[in-house]
């Protein structure tokens, strides 16, 4: 089976990389580009019947700092 | 209006990153993890009216590296 979990900065949080992406947008003459976040999306290959307790347990340990960030889980 | 960007390193391509968090997630514990890529996913506040194909030529020009990564645009 295969998820993926999708792994943002929380709101209220400084992304200077988000920033940083607008800033470059704009220079390129992208304008209307009014606010730009980045987080990550980590692709998992799972042995088949790994339940979403699994999954959740992997972010809080590993893919995600949940001081800062939200994660998602999206099965596929 | 509001798109996210999901960028992914193509099939092939080496991904360390992805690698590291599948021998981390195996020394927790987590069995069963076959394979792990992590991309990116780029969220934008567009001005409305923004179309597509301005959003394909920020990915073009700035958010993916097309030599190895693969990109998909998604409009919420």
Do not use: F
């Amino acid at each position: 089976m295969k998820a993926n979990v999708h792994v943002m900065l929380k709101d209220g949080v400084l992304d200077p990389q988000g920033e940083a992406i607008r800033h470059a947008l704009g220079s390129m003459g992208h304008t209307g580009v009014n606010g730009v976040r980045q987080g990550k999306v980590i692709a998992l290959d799972l042995a088949d019947g790994t339940s979403e307790d699994q999954i959740r347990a992997m972010c809080e340990g590993l893919l995600a700092n949940t001081v800062i960030e939200s994660y998602r889980i999206e099965v596929l």
